[in-house]
C-alpha cells in the first residue's frame, strides 16, 4: 500500500512517467489524463491572487471510484501538498469510514477540490476557491473519470456546480440527499469550523453518515471482488 506522499508525488497521485516515454512522441503516448495532470501542475492562471503562489493540490486516477469535491486547500495542505492532510480530512475519513490508506489510494478515491491552490484567508477564513480553476480544468478531468460511482460534494461552492446554482440553505440540500443518492451526496463541509453546524443537525450523523459508510463499504467491495489482489484496509 503507497503512503500518501508516495501516492501523490509531489502534487498528484498520476504524475506523468515521462522518462519512459523518452524519444517517443509523447503526444500519442502519454494518457490524456496524464498530460491533463502535467499542464494542471505547472498552472500560474491565478498566480497573481495567490498569497503562497500556485500550488495545484488533487488527486486523481482514471480507476477511481469515488470523488470527493471539496473547496480548496487549506494553508496546512498548501504546505504539504497532501490533500486532507488536516482536521478535515480526518473527520472526513471517519465519516468515510476508512483509513488513510485506502482515501490516498488514488485507484480508489479521487480528490479534486474547487480550487486547486490555496486562496489566501480573510476575516472569516479561507477565502472562496479561485473560479479561474473550475471554468479551466474541471470539465476535462471529470471527463478522465469514468469509473466513479459516488460524487461526495461538500460544501456550497462544491454543490452549486455539481448539483446546480441554488439559494437554497445548504442544511435544506443536505436534507434532501436521498434525491441525489446513490450517485451523488451533498455534505457540510468536514472542517471544525461547522462543528456548529453538526451539533445542531444531529440527524445528519445518526442518519446520512452510516448511509455513506455502508454504500463505501459496498464500492470497495465490489472494487476487491473485481481485482481480488488489491487488499483495502477499512476501518472496523
Ligand atoms: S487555482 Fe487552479 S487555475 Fe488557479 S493557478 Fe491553481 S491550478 Fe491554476
Known amino acids: 500500500m503507497p503512503s500518501p506522499r508516495a501516492a501523490l508525488g509531489p502534487n498528484c ?40 503562489g500556485p500550488r495545484p493540490v488533487l488527486q486523481c486516477h482514471a480507476s477511481a471510484r469515488i470523488l470527493i469535491v471539496g473547496q480548496a486547500p ?27 490508506d485506502t482515501f490516498y489510494d488514488p485507484e480508489t478515491v479521487a480528490l479534486l477540490p474547487m480550487g486547486f491552490c490555496y486562496p489566501g484567508s480573510g476575516k472569516s ?18 471527463a478522465q ?14 454543490q452549486d456546480y455539481h448539483l446546480g446554482k441554488s439559494s437554497e440553505p ?13 450517485e451523488l451526496l451533498p455534505m457540510p463541509h468536514p472542517s471544525p469550523r461547522n462543528n456548529r453546524w453538526l451539533r445542531n443537525n444531529p ?21 476487491r471482488k473485481s481485482n481480488p489482489g488489491s487488499a483495502r484496509r477499512e476501518k472496523t
Do not use: M
Open 13 to 52: 497521485s498520476a504524475a506523468p512517467r515521462i522518462g519512459k516515454y523518452r524519444g517517443q512522441n509523447l503526444a500519442d503516448r502519454i494518457p490524456a489524463l496524464d498530460l491533463l495532470l502535467q499542464q494542471v501542475r505547472s498552472c500560474q492562471l491565478c498566480a497573481p491572487h495567490l498569497p503562497l
Open 203 to 223: 440527524w445528519f450523523e445518526a442518519e446520512v453518515v452510516p448511509a455513506l459508510q455502508e454504500r463505501v463499504k459496498d464500492i470497495l467491495g465490489a472494487k
Open 74 to 100: 487549506g494553508r496546512k495542505v498548501h504546505d504539504t501538498g497532501i490533500p486532507f492532510n488536516d482536521p478535515s480530512g480526518e473527520r472526513l475519513r471517519d465519516w468515510l469510514g476508512i483509513d488513510r
Open 170 to 182: 445548504l442544511v435544506q440540500r443536505v436534507r434532501r440527499w436521498q434525491d441525489y443518492w446513490p
Open 125 to 142: 477564513g479561507d477565502l472562496p476557491p479561485r473560479p479561474e480553476c473550475a471554468a479551466t480544468w474541471r470539465q476535462a478531468l471529470l
Open 145 to 158: 473519470l469514468g469509473n466513479v460511482q459516488l460524487t461526495v460534494v461538500l460544501g456550497k461552492y462544491a
